[in-house]
């Protein structure tokens, strides 16, 4: 038997090596315009497509609304038929709304207004208004942030006041009359952790991570009357990120759930 002769790789010259690596370069930065375009497509083509959603739909909203104050629709069975077109355009009117945002936070186009904001006002501010908010007024709402949280926190807080009304919003839906819904922050070296904690129907350990995913609903935990779009917790985790912070939740099946929120802050 013959043996095979080994037989050494030919070593390229540094000219040719350096040719190599302008050429691809080349082509990853041909590659990267062709990407930037096509993100851009993708934008126009959500934006006019949310615009083409919103006017008809802004028409239906107004022609139901014009019905529901004429005397000729003020029989039983059309009012509550009106009652119930104007809570499916309220759906699809924040479905719309939810995509596009979505869509718009993944292409970093997303109005985002970030500025240094002083967390404990801000965090009392959002609560008390929830504590006027008619929609709380059969649960226990509990504000457990100290007096003394003097930090800032780089932040939209238009973005923030979305993040919180949707995990507020969360722990109404997801729970009965009289649950606790808590709002707390502590400060952890560079770090404050933001805790929105309801004593709900919980989620399964298995189900913890997909929550944030798009479009994930728990079907056992539909409310009826409650409209769901599966949106919300990417949306929140998504801002979240916008502003270099991290979630997560922890729960326990029929005792309740507590979203976490992390963020840098600066005294
Ligand atoms: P939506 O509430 O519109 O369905 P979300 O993205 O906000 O969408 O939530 C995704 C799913 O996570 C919900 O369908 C629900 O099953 C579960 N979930 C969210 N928050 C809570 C909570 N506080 N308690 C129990 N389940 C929750």
Known sequence: MTKKKFERPQLKNV??????????????SQANQRLREEQAARNDMFTSISHDLRSPLTAIKNAVELLS??????????SSLLKMMAGRIDTLEHLINDIFLLVSLDNNC???DLKPIQLGFFLEDFFFSREEDSLYKDRNLELLVP?????????DPAQMERVLDNLFTNAYKYSDKDATISLDATLKDNEVIISVKDTGIGIAKENLEKVFERCFIVETARTPGVSSTGFGLAITKSIIEHFNGKIWCESTLGEGSCFYISLPCEP
């Not at 004429?70 to 039983?76: I, P, T, V």
């Not at 007096?147 to 932040?155: A, F, G, Q, R, T």
Request: charged share 35%; proline share 0%; with cysteine.
């Open 15 to 28: 000219e040719e090596l350096s040719e190599e690596l302008v050429l691809t370069s080349l082509k990853l």
């Open 69 to 78: 104050s004429m005397e000729e629709c003020s029989s039983e069975k059309v």
């Open 110 to 112: 997303a109005k985002m």
């Open 147 to 155: 007096e003394d949280l003097d930090v800032y926190v780089n932040m």
